[in-house]
């Protein structure tokens, strides 16, 4: 199996920006899509961003397009979210997650998730 931690969250202020990390375990990282969601209280998780198992291609949800940016490094099984001009909506628990679908939008589509970190955005 695959094991995914998340690292890089925190408090941060509006507009600014934070890095998340999701360090995954195995041999066969590459042969993943990797996803980010995250899941706000009393919220259903939600789809944020996927990237391609070389990292060439990703994909956002529209909220976030133009500000998040995913990439990865294979070579230290690792993949990446830059999230940037941050808003009080942006606040949530996030989670990386691995998938055999390319660019998968739905969280059926994964197989392997990590705990989470949690992000918090003040106005």
């Known amino acids: 199996q695959v094991q995914l931690v998340e690292s890089g969250g925190g408090l941060v202020q509006a507009g600014g920006s934070l890095l998340l990390s999701c360090a995954a375990s195995?041999?066969?990282?590459?042969?993943?899509?990797m996803g980010w969601f995250r899941q706000a209280p009393g919220k259903e998780r939600e789809f944020v961003a996927a990237?391609?198992?070389?990292?060439?291609?990703?994909a956002y949800a529209e909220s976030v397009k133009g500000r998040f940016i995913s990439s990865r490094d294979n070579a230290k099984n690792t993949v990446y979210l830059q999230m940037n001009s941050l808003k009080p909506e942006d606040t949530a628990t996030y989670y990386c997650?691995?998938?055999?679908?390319?660019?998968?939008?739905?969280?059926?589509?994964?197989?392997?998730w990590g705990q989470g970190t949690q992000v918090t955005v003040s106005s």
């Open positions: 997650a691995a998938s055999m679908v390319r660019l998968a939008p739905t969280r059926e589509q994964y197989d392997y």
């Open positions: 195995g041999r066969t990282f590459s042969s993943y899509s």
């Open positions: 990237i391609s198992r070389s990292g060439t291609n990703t």
